[in-house]
């Protein structure tokens, strides 16, 4: 069973702070995504990398870096938390083959005061 | 822009009918689709996929349609059943590209 798990499922951050979240997956996928989630718009791509070092930006990047240092980890950082970023963010991966599904952990509950 | 759209926020089926969740798409390079499941608290599940080559997928109490002219998909759940009472998202790519495009998520609810 591919397990993706992501470092806390609730966080409760101030506004200016340098938030870090981190997703590991242990079947050796070469891409990994960050998604955020939101009432009434569903998921939302924030960054991807289809492999180690590599990252390509989502659909909303902005206020957002991420890290892939190694294969098994995707770290997202919000450099200067808001409270707009208030959010369920949601990990995946995924085997590079055509077709192949993307893999959830369980969420992180990020909450921006 | 919103590329895929899931018109319905929530259903509400009595156990043992059918559910019916659909799903439009306005890009007609997407040439693959799924659907994911989510409860509360978790993350989304794989649920069921098919390829624009085909036109139904079945997989247990689980089919989906496609309709390449309508751009419309459809999630048939026959019978439903309590622990089917979740977030339904479908989802599109092209290309065998990594990047899947969600729609906005319906809500169902089974009724005993």
């Known amino acids: 069973d591919v397990k993706v798990t992501q470092s806390s499922r609730y966080l409760v951050k101030r506004t200016g702070e340098k938030v870090f979240l981190e997703c590991v997956q242990d079947?050796?996928?070469?891409?990994m995504f960050w998604y955020r989630q939101d009432p009434g718009l569903g998921l939302r791509l924030i960054y991807f990398?289809?492999?180690?070092?590599?990252?390509e930006k989502g659909d909303i990047p902005e206020g957002y870096s991420v890290s892939r240092e190694k294969k098994e980890r995707f770290s997202l950082i919000l450099e200067s938390a808001s409270t707009n970023q208030t959010s369920m963010y949601l990990c995946?991966?995924?085997?590079?083959?055509?077709?192949?599904?993307?893999?959830f952990g369980p969420g992180t509950r990020l909450t921006v005061l | 822009d919103q590329q895929v759209k899931q018109n319905s926020p929530s259903l509400s089926v009595q156990e043992g009918r059918i559910s019916i969740l659909n799903c439009d798409y306005t890009?007609?390079?997407?040439?693959?689709f799924l659907w994911y499941k989510k409860y509360p608290a978790e993350g989304p599940t794989f649920l069921i996929s098919i390829s624009s080559i085909k036109d139904k997928n079945e997989d247990g109490r689980f089919t989906v349609f496609l309709n390449k002219s309508a751009k419309h998909l459809s999630l048939h759940i026959v019978p439903s059943q309590p622990g089917d009472s979740a977030v339904y998202f479908c989802?599109?790519?092209?290309?065998?590209?990594?990047?899947?495009?969600f729609g906005t998520g319906t809500r169902l609810t089974i009724i005993p």
């Open positions: 890009n007609s390079m997407f040439d693959y």
């Open positions: 989802a599109a790519s092209w290309g065998g590209n990594e990047k899947l495009t």
């Open positions: 995946a991966s995924r085997r590079n083959l055509v077709g192949n599904e993307q893999f």
């Open positions: 990398s289809y492999d180690v070092k590599m990252k």
């Open positions: 079947m050796d996928h070469e891409n």
